[in-house]
């Protein structure tokens, strides 16, 4: 062991002798494999991105992997037992969805439906929502004497009424402002957090401060406290059900409650999942009804990528290979130049297989120089794209260059250098002894 050690710490040595003496030489076989190296990082550092930024889009959506959710129809006694049940539990939430129209009493809102603001029509009237227990939702329209008639200044979105922190299980990012407060008692006039899309159409247009949800004998006076990307392209608000419940008729008999329920529990929320079950069979709703399912969203986008990266990986392996015949073309010439000197070296006693590791050796060296500066250049043009445009794309903001990225760099550099290293070491370990006498 001690002497394979000498040996590989020798052709170190002597590679790197040889590499600063051949300055030209080794920069050429640099040039001609860094398009290789940088195109397998470059590949790299493209995969993590999307796949974070992937994640993240469906956490925002479905909220995040392992979270145990539940769809059921917004009916009296499902509403009521879910609020009751998960009111202060921190692992477990309820979300009731309603329809909301902010602005003036009795007119079409601006957004018919809650539809996008850069959507011109909408659904053309107003409409409620109605969900199954997988949670499709769809429209359907509102009683005649509910409809507006007259077009005005009034904003119509989606307001999910929440017993908890829904940020645990979907990741919003904040905007501006603050969250929901569930530490402290609630108020007669409701906090609001409204999504970006809600939030331009409050930028846009000037509406009073007065909010109309169906079924209240009064309008309260919604607070907008903050602003959070939700990932949803219609406009949606956010408030404490407690506080919404104080202009809600109280849940009774047959009346249904907007789109429908969605509870949301964490991995380890078995208890409340059981209890919940059983509170909500023995008002009777029938149990093939109440499904909770595991959100695995890595799991749904994993063959996608990994496809993608594969066939990315095999075009920068194309790449890749260029450059290796550009370090094997520079090797040949190279030990063809120094035949005397390994002739030298072989009568002086020197083995075969360091003959080969020094050839080798330099090749390695070049490889990983080549590496560093494709990595290098890589990390410098992922932090300059993000100062420049992570004001523009959110998921450009945070953008951190990937370990992976770094380790296949490395190992693409050292690929090449045996590859482009081994024809050229055993050409050099072959030369004869007899050689020498040329010089």
Not at 37 to 45: E, H, I, P
Not at 53 to 62: G, I
Not at 160 to 176: H, N
Not at 186 to 211: I, Q, Y
Request: hydrophobic letters at 45%; charged letters at 15%; aromatic letters at 6%.
């Amino acid at each position: 062991m001690i002497r394979l050690s000498g040996r590989f710490r020798s052709a170190l040595i002597i590679g790197g002798q040889g590499i600063r003496a051949r300055k030209t030489r080794t920069l050429l076989s640099m040039v001609s494999l860094f398009l290789g190296v940088l195109a397998v990082v470059v590949v790299q550092v493209g995969a993590e991105t999307a796949k974070s930024a992937r994640l993240a889009d469906l956490e925002l959506h479905a909220g995040k992997d392992g979270t145990r959710q539940m769809y059921l129809q917004g009916t009296a006694d499902s509403v009521r037992i879910s609020q009751e049940t998960l009111k202060g539990r921190p692992d477990a939430i309820a979300v009731t969805s309603l329809q909301a129209i902010i602005g003036e009493p009795n007119v079409t809102p601006i957004n018919p439906g809650g539809a996008p603001f850069d959507q011109p029509g909408g659904y053309g009237m107003s409409y409620n929502m109605s969900c199954d227990q997988s949670g499709n939702c769809y429209p359907v329209p509102m009683n005649g004497q509910d409809q507006a008639q007259v077009p005005g200044a009034a904003i119509e979105m989606s307001l999910s009424a929440l017993t908890g922190d829904i940020r645990q299980f979907r990741p919003f990012r904040s905007v501006a402002g603050n969250w929901l407060d569930f530490s402290t008692e609630p108020s007669l006039s409701p906090g609001l957090v409204v999504n970006l899309e809600a939030a331009k159409g409050f930028s846009r247009n000037r509406v009073p401060a007065e909010m109309r949800i169906n079924g209240t004998t009064a309008n309260p006076t919604p607070r907008i406290l903050g602003v959070v990307d939700d990932g949803n392209s219609q406009p949606v608000a956010y408030g404490r059900a407690d506080e919404l419940g104080y202009w809600l008729p109280a849940p009774t008999g047959n009346m249904n409650y907007g789109p429908g329920l969605q509870i949301m529990m964490a991995p380890t929320a078995l208890d409340v999942e059981q209890l919940l079950r059983v509170r909500l069979i023995a008002s009777g709703i029938p149990a093939d009804q109440l499904h909770a399912e595991t959100i695995q969203a890595r799991k749904e986008i994993a063959k996608e990528l990994a496809l993608m990266r594969w066939i990315f990986l095999g075009m920068a392996s194309l790449v890749l290979l260029i450059g290796v015949a550009g370090i094997l073309n520079v090797g040949l010439a190279t030990v063809g130049e120094r035949v005397e000197e390994f002739a030298l070296r072989r009568a002086v006693g020197t083995p075969r297989s360091l003959l080969a590791g020094i050839v080798l050796a330099e090749t390695l060296l070049t490889g990983l120089f080549t590496a560093a500066a494709a990595i290098g250049l890589s990390a410098a043009a992922l932090t300059a794209i993000s100062t420049l445009f992570g004001d523009r794309e959110q998921f450009l903001a945070d953008l951190v260059f990937p370990w992976q990225a770094g380790v296949a760099g490395v190992v693409a550099g050292l690929v090449a250098g045996v590859l482009g290293g081994l024809i050229p070491a055993i050409r050099a370990a072959r030369i004869p002894i007899a050689t020498v006498m040329r010089a």
